[in-house]
């Protein structure tokens, strides 16, 4: 089985999981740290441990044969990024799609959502959303860690869209994206809060991802292996009362805002 294939049939059973999310109940306890950092629903040793479910990122060295094709196709969708970049609307998001911080992330998602997504709109949500990504994002490093892929722009030697920041990711693994696994993830738990958005925030989270692959700082591979660690790591919400409440708590928010704007004509 190839690489693609493998990450392929971890995928479904974290989205069923997510439909099912909301049944329990829980209370709604404290959100952050005394710094106010937000406060994961759960901790990386809890949940299944990547480096152990997780393929080895493609290699050109590799004498496997399916091995050998995944890297030939991240080398075909690295030239497509590149293409891409010709596209100025195209660029243009992936630049933006580079911030990291909960706020970049939830003005990303506001437009598919339908909803602006901040702590004054929408507090219940941007709660949900900066929780979600304290929890996912850390379950990535050790694999990120483990096996420290070559970013395509230093392994190729090429500029990337975004140069300011070459010199501080050269040294960090290219495999998972941390970009990615936050954009996928909260693609899914904005989809679990409402639910007629959840094409347009699925698209958005694709795209999340492929901007990673224009702006040249990540293989294909990466971007698809966080997506399947991201899947993971939501159906694990499911396990914390905290993140029920939470996630209920959004989508009455959202409820009333979108009946408010019913009743308004809007």
Not at 205 to 221: K, P
Not at 254 to 263: E, G, T, Y
């Amino acid at each position: 089985m190839n690489h693609n294939l493998k990450l392929k049939s971890l995928l479904g059973a974290a989205v069923v999981a997510l439909l099912l999310q909301g049944c329990a109940t829980g209370d709604n306890q404290a959100k952050s740290d005394s710094k106010g950092k937000p406060i994961p629903y759960y901790s990386v040793k809890d949940a299944p441990s990547a480096m152990e479910y997780m393929p080895a990122p493609p290699s050109k060295d590799s004498k496997n044969i399916n091995e050998a094709a995944d890297y030939r196709a991240d080398l075909a969708w690295h030239k497509w990024g590149k293409q891409m970049r010709k596209d100025k609307a195209l660029a243009d998001a992936a630049i933006v799609h580079g911030g990291v911080s909960p706020e970049d992330i939830a003005g990303v998602f506001s437009k598919p959502f339908g909803i602006e997504i901040n702590e004054q709109n929408t507090p219940n949500t941007f709660r949900l959303v900066k929780r979600t990504i304290a929890t996912v994002r850390p379950l990535l490093q050790q694999v990120k860690d483990g096996y420290k892929r070559l970013r395509p722009y230093v392994a190729l030697k090429e500029k990337t869209l975004m140069p300011a920041f070459e010199a501080d990711q050269a040294t960090e693994g290219s495999y998972p994206s941390g970009h990615t696994i936050r954009g996928w993830a909260v693609a899914l738990v904005l989809s679990a809060v409402n639910p007629e958005a959840g094409e347009e925030l699925l698209k958005m989270g694709f795209a999340y991802g492929d901007s990673r692959v224009i702006s040249g700082y990540h293989w294909h591979s990466d971007t698809e292996a966080s997506k399947y660690i991201a899947s993971v790591g939501v159906a694990m919400l499911a396990t914390s009362d905290e993140y029920i409440a939470d996630l209920k708590a959004a989508r009455a928010e959202v409820a009333k805002i979108l009946a408010d704007r019913a009743k308004a004509g809007k």
